[in-house]
T-cell receptor
Framework: KAGVTQTPRYLIKTRGQQVTLSCSPI?????VSWYQQTPGQGLQFLFE???????NKGNFPGRFSGRQFSNSRSEMNVSTLELGDSALYLC???????????????FGPGTRLTVL | GQSLEQPSEVTAVEGAIVQINCTYQ??????LSWYQQHDGGAPTFLSY????GLEETGRFSSFLSRSDSYGYLLLQELQMKDSASYFC????????????FGQGTELSVKP
């Protein structure tokens, strides 16, 4: 079974630009979650999509948004980029059922975003 | 607020046993997960505790005490390839898609 894939793997943008990142979950998984990883703040939850609806949202400004398509693929968008948005953006997919051993999250390799 | 505390670094030798502790303070608790992340890699799931007690998966075991808001990951028969960062993560409710992560513990395994 193919794993979670993310594109692009690396991205360089300048302040003020916007960026769109893509995530393809494991086949059959309906939940996609996005996380931001930085050396200072660690892994922080951005939002989760399940069946094309945002089910949960973390504590990030409205510049961070996402969506999910009918095939469960997800995109996240960051508008008006700031230097502090430089990070590794990880997506994780799961079946979307009850939390627990049977519904673990599988992470993709991430997109490394650098904002200059 | 939400906080998970774990040691920032741990060093051990090959063949030894190491325990990585995690204490948490979160508004809501459903279960505790552990993830491993090698440099430049994706986090991979290691273990989950929804109930108090010990869960064993091969060389890795994880423990949870809800009353103490405390858990640990135990790694036995350490190998060089176990050198990585280890994260504890809390599910605050029964929806698995949002994890609150600790800052991670960097484990270095020496020969």
């Amino acid at each position: 079974k193919a794993g979670v894939t993310q594109t692009p793997r690396y991205l360089i943008k300048t302040r003020g630009q916007q960026v769109t990142l893509s995530c393809s979950p494991i086949s059959g998984h309906r939940s996609v979650s996005w996380y931001q990883q930085t050396p200072g703040q660690g892994l922080q939850f951005l939002f989760e999509y399940f069946s094309e609806t945002q089910r949960n949202k973390g504590n990030f400004p409205g510049r961070f948004s996402g969506r999910q398509f009918s095939n469960s693929r997800s995109e996240m968008n960051v508008s008006t980029l700031e230097l502090g948005d430089s990070a590794l953006y990880l997506c994780a997919s799961s079946l979307g059922g009850l939390a627990g051993r049977t519904d673990t999250q599988y992470f993709g390799p991430g997109t490394r975003l650098t904002v200059l | 607020g939400q906080s998970l505390e774990q040691p920032s670094e741990v060093t051990a030798v090959e063949g030894a046993i190491v325990q990585i502790n995690c204490t948490y303070q979160t508004s809501g608790f459903y279960g505790l997960s552990w993830y491993q992340q090698h440099d430049g890699g994706a986090p991979t799931f290691l273990s989950y505790n929804g109930l108090d007690g010990l869960e064993e998966t091969g060389r890795f075991s994880s423990f949870l005490s809800r009353s103490d808001s405390y858990g640990y990951l135990l790694l036995q028969e350490l190998q060089m390839k176990d050198s990585a960062s280890y994260f504890c993560a809390v599910n605050r409710d029964n929806q698995g898609g949002k994890l609150i992560f600790g800052q991670g513990t960097e484990l270095s395994v020496k020969p």
